[in-house]
C-alpha cells in the first residue's frame, strides 16, 4: 500500500510484508491454505500457543484435559456462572457461596439474546438445551428475587 502526498513524499506500509516474511523465515508451517492472508496465519499461531498454554496449565493444576468447546458447553458454563452467581454453588476460586442478582440475571439475559439470535440455525438438541436451561435459571433467579 502506497500513497503519495500532495509534497511528494511516498508512504509505504510495510508491516504486513516483514511480518510475513519473518514468520516464513522463522518456522515455515506447510498446513496453511495457499492464499492464507498474514491475519488469518497469526490467528493460527495465537490459537496453537492458546491451546498449548491451555494444555500446560491443565497439567500444572493437576486437572484433566478441557472439555471440547461445543455450544452445548458454552451454554452450560454461561449457565454455572449464573449458578455462582445466585449463591447456589461454590466459587470455584473462592469456594464460597456468594450472591451477585445482576450479575446473575445479566447472565440470563445472555442467553436469552443468545437464544434469539442463533433461533432456526441450532439442531433440536441445541434448542432443547437453551430452552430448558434458560427456564430452569429464570425460575431459580425469580425464587432469589421475589
Known amino acids: 500500500m502506497a500513497e503519495k502526498d500532495d509534497k511528494g513524499f511516498v508512504i509505504r506500509d510495510r508491516r504486513f510484508v516483514s511480518r510475513q516474511s519473518e ?24 490459537t496453537r500457543q492458546a491451546e498449548e498454554a491451555s494444555r500446560k496449565q491443565a ?3 493437576g486437572a484433566g484435559p478441557l472439555p471440547e468447546v461445543n455450544f452445548a458447553t458454552f451454554v452450560v458454563s454461561l449457565s454455572s456462572s449464573v449458578l455462582v ?8 476460586q473462592s469456594g464460597r457461596k456468594t450472591k451477585n442478582l ?21 439442531s433440536p438438541d441445541e434448542e432443547q438445551l437453551l430452552r430448558n ?10 425464587r432469589e428475587v421475589g
Open 23 to 46: 514468520e516464513e523465515k522463522a518456522e515455515p508451517d506447510r498446513t496453511r491454505e495457499p492464499g492464507a492472508t498474514v491475519d488469518d496465519q497469526a490467528a493460527d499461531q495465537a
Open 133 to 142: 436451561v434458560l427456564y430452569d435459571l429464570r425460575m431459580r433467579y425469580v
Open 59 to 61: 497439567e500444572e493444576t
Open 102 to 122: 445482576p450479575i446473575a440475571k445479566q447472565t440470563i439475559d445472555i442467553l436469552g439474546m443468545l437464544e434469539e439470535k442463533t433461533r432456526g440455525n441450532l
Open 85 to 92: 452467581h445466585l449463591g447456589e454453588i461454590e466459587d470455584p
